[in-house]
């Protein structure tokens, strides 16, 4: 280690309360743009989250829905149509809607986004396949969602539940989780829904492709035979990205938690600026006897840059540390998946080691226009 470096280091340590408050500022601020940046990514994901589960190879819906929470649904035909596509191996009709559940608790109603789904052919990576399947096929049964809010009480398998005033029988539970618009997730059989809706149209459909083809070329050829324009057919992929340019597009997320981010890059570049500063006050009388001496601005400047380096260091670790609790925390309270990930780290470690040193360059003009003649 240079020993401007080191000098530096022991400098800062000396004042233990001064190193700990700087400490403290810096894993304020790191802690501020994590949680600012997952509150950013964990609506995003939530948002696109039914995209994630999906397990098929294609997605097909009605060109007028925009985004997840239009209920835009599609002809059953096309469906019939997509399915008689070369290539194609199986397509799966989903249905969406919301409805009632009824909490016997506390006597009130609250809206459910129901998914019915064939019992043979689960499109969702939700829970066990085989599992899910025996369960769905049981008659005027349902499974709840284990990742719903807490808003729609104590459930529990074996028990009847009134699902828009008609009771259905809690067999078990999903894996799905709640976004913005979403609070919870009931799934049942297709057999079940249309009973309740004879007329009910499928929201979406997914497509698996025959093992051998290039499900790219299979989306052209089914594009290709259904030239009215009212199908698109995507990628999970592709949808996932879509939702997310749709959020950031149409709702002001984006700036709000970028402006977050940049309010605790602010206050904790001005905070480090500020103790960098008061120690170099502090040491004035050392600077000036050490370039009296002979050392360089530049040494100085090391001894400076070193303080502010390794505040960096100590605040991001701390900092972090109180990100895995307050995200913990966030996330229980409002089931979204908050939580950093390697992406925040690349994004979020620089700023915080760019912070402190702009601060550190900042107070170290204090240092390059110390006199020696000071001391006296």
Known sequence: MH?????GIRLFLFNRRRFAIAVAAVAVAAMIMFLEYGFLSGVLEAQSNIADLMRVDLVAMDSLRQNMHRWDSMRAVRL????AVP????????????????????????????????????????????????????PHGFLFDRLARPMFGDLIPGRGVDIDNTKQDLLGYVHVGSDLVVDGVAVMSIGDWLAR?????PIMGGIRVSPGFDPLRVRQEILSRIPYGDTIVMTPAELRSRENSFTLDYVPIGVIFAVGMVAGLVIGAVTCYQLLFNEV??????????????FSNAYLCVVVAGQALFLSLIGFAAGFALTEVTDAYVSGRTMLPIHPDPVALAIIFPLTVGMCIVAGLAAMGRVISTDPAELY
């Open 3 to 7: 020993d401007g470096l080191r000098l």
């Open 80 to 83: 019939d149509q997509i399915a």
């Open 87 to 138: 290539g194609v191996a199986q397509v799966i009709p989903i249905y969406e809607d919301w409805a009632g559940l009824h909490d016997d608790d506390d006597r009130r109603t609250r809206r459910i986004m129901v998914f019915a789904i064939p019992p043979d052919q689960i499109p969702f990576a939700i829970g066990d396949t085989s599992t899910l399947s025996r369960w769905l096929k049981m």
């Open 197 to 201: 809706h004879p007329n009910a149209q």
């Open 281 to 294: 006050l502090d040491r004035l009388a050392q600077f000036a006897t050490l370039k009296a001496m002979g």
